[in-house]
């Protein structure tokens, strides 16, 4: 399809254990955004690309988190020794470029739960 | 993390009639946006707002964007079933968007 693709679709892991999360954005845009959205909320910003670099990554809560995207497309979310508040659904959205007036499109999400 | 303030929480409608939710925060926006969720999937943008005192209609929503710039309103009307969802405002400065806490809406036939 040409919407934005995450996988796995559902994550279950260990208290402890590393995770990667992917995201394919939309061909051909530049921009790309990962959040987290906890059960009965509204999603919040953890890190954004503009190209390969994080432009912005001031709302990834620790360095457990880290975040890549080498080529400019793909981009991984990885959490070292998860917690179980790291329990929620991780969305990725994508935008044509980072500036204003562009739509950010959403992925389904990765439901990760760390028991 | 900031979150904005939405109201209502939820909402128990009959389809047919209109619905009116708000959105505030404590600081100013130049972007305002509202997104609806349905279950297992990600947001979908509804409508956008530009600029303070804006009225934007996108089908039978109408979005306002407010004079302040720390508020913004949806109004739906005649609702029916595939109403159903969660809607969140969002307010964007600096292209991260800032999510409200949602408003959960049901349609009873």
Redo the contacts between chains.
């Keep these: 399809g040409a919407g934005?693709s995450q996988t796995p679709s559902n994550k279950v892991t260990e208290k402890g254990k590393y995770v990667e999360l992917r995201c394919d954005p939309i061909s051909g845009h530049t921009?790309l955004?990962w959040?987290r959205q906890s059960l009965?909320?509204?999603?919040?910003?953890l890190i954004?690309f503009q190209g390969t670099g994080a432009a912005?990554d001031?709302?990834l809560p620790n360095d457990r988190f880290f975040a890549v995207r080498p080529e400019g497309s793909v981009s991984t979310l990885k959490i070292q020794r998860t917690e179980r508040g790291d329990s929620a659904v991780y969305?990725c959205?994508s935008?044509l470029t980072?500036l204003?007036?562009n739509?950010?499109f959403?992925?389904?999400?990765t439901r990760l739960t760390v028991l | 993390g900031q979150q904005l303030n939405q109201n209502p929480q939820s909402m128990f409608i009959q389809e047919g009639e209109d619905v009116s939710m708000n959105c505030t925060s404590s600081s100013i926006f130049n972007t305002w946006l509202w997104y609806k969720q349905d279950p297992g999937e990600g947001p979908v943008l509804l409508i956008a707002l530009y600029k303070a005192g804006e009225l934007t209609s996108n089908g039978r929503l109408t979005a306002q964007f407010g004079i302040t710039r720390k508020d913004s309103f949806l109004n739906i009307s005649a609702s029916i079933p595939s109403d159903v969802g969660i809607y969140f405002c969002a307010g964007d400065n600096t292209d991260k968007l800032i999510f409200g806490t949602g408003t959960r809406l049901q349609v009873f036939p």
């Design positions: 934005v921009a955004y959040y009965g909320q509204g999603p919040e910003f954004y912005d001031s709302g969305l959205a935008s980072r204003a007036h739509e950010q959403f992925g389904p999400g």
